[in-house]
């Protein structure tokens, strides 16, 4: 009884030293986050009709008149107010757990959501030379739906090997790593390391977002959930494989429908 007592009193004195400024701070962000990606969602609805039978999204594209620089710092704040909204709810009770004062904190977030939009520039790149290239070539555009129903697979497979569970252990530890505290680490070190292990942890849950629609509502918060799931919930290897299963049998069911086509 006096164990569970000093256990209930710990707990309250945890709830009372949360630092308030920071959530506050975090809650406005994140709203400021939804909005955004609301209205970038209905600006770049339009999608092009493509050669296979699928759609391109105008997001990979220069609207008349725009320079790639342009396009791509338009994409890039598409892509972090988008990462916000998605991570900021399970990343939270991340960096709340490290028991850092808030100024140290945010810059804890700010590392993290760094490492994150550093991710947004490669997959922007990447995926405009990859739909350019399907404009050039009808070949490569008729054999991107079979390809997307394989790339589906290869997601779904990731998570059942030990380089998910590997950097999702790293993802759930307060620091990134298995040490209780790493002396000497900035906060923002510690939020660029977290950035990246919960980018190797979530590369196969992103992958599987690109496929299935990056800006589409219901794939977003899916995949939001299932990674907030799988840091959080008792079970992650149940979690990602459960994922990981869904995406499999996703990708096999577009694979064999555009197969038949």
Sequence with gaps: MANQLRHAWSN???????????????????????????????SMADEMEMPGGWRMSMMWMRMPG????LSTLSFLL???????AMMMPSALFMFLRTRRRWLSLCYMTSGYFAIWLIAGFGIYVLGAKFNDATMRSEALSRAVPLLSGAALIAAGVVQFTQWKMKYLI?????????????????????????????CACCCGLMTAQLILGIMNPIVMV?????IAAEKHLPRPRFTAHLAGATA???GVATTIHWAIL
């Design 12 to 42: 309250r004195l945890d709830v009372a030293r949360l630092p308030t400024t920071f959530i506050f701070m975090c809650v406005v962000v994140f709203i400021a986050a939804v909005s955004t990606t609301i209205y970038f969602n209905g």
């Design 66 to 69: 725009q320079t790639w620089s």
């Design 78 to 84: 598409m892509w972090l107010a988008m990462m916000v």
């Design 170 to 198: 790293r993802c759930r530890s307060p620091f990134g790593c298995n040490s209780p505290f790493p002396q000497g680490e900035t906060s923002f070190r510690i939020g660029c390391r977290q950035g990246v292990d919960c």
């Design 222 to 226: 899916m995949v939001a959930s299932v």
């Design 248 to 250: 499999i049998v996703a």
